[in-house]
């Protein structure tokens, strides 16, 4: 189901590090040490800004972007 929140999201599971950009600023966020337990919770939640700001946004550590680059620059997983 898309979200009125979050316009995309990555996840490199190898450093763990999960990007969502978000509606309608396009920023990007990148979210550090998540595992990816978190990260298929928030992919299947119902409700992905809920579940994100229940259990992502004050839960782990995040570097915004200065830019707001399209959505392929990690190689990773994305939904």
């Known amino acids: 189901m898309p979200s009125t929140v979050i316009a995309d999201m990555a996840y490199d599971p190898e450093t763990q590090t999960l990007s ?4 309608p600023s396009g920023r990007r966020y990148d979210y550090l040490e998540v595992p990816a337990i978190a990260y298929d919770a928030l992919r299947h939640s119902p ?3 809920r579940y994100f700001n229940a259990h992502i946004r004050d839960s782990y550590q995040f570097t915004q972007s ?3 680059e ?3 620059r990690l190689g990773s997983t994305r939904h």
């Open 20 to 23: 969502v950009w978000f509606r």
């Open 47 to 49: 409700s992905k800004g």
């Open 66 to 68: 200065d830019r707001e």
């Open 70 to 72: 399209p959505r392929q």
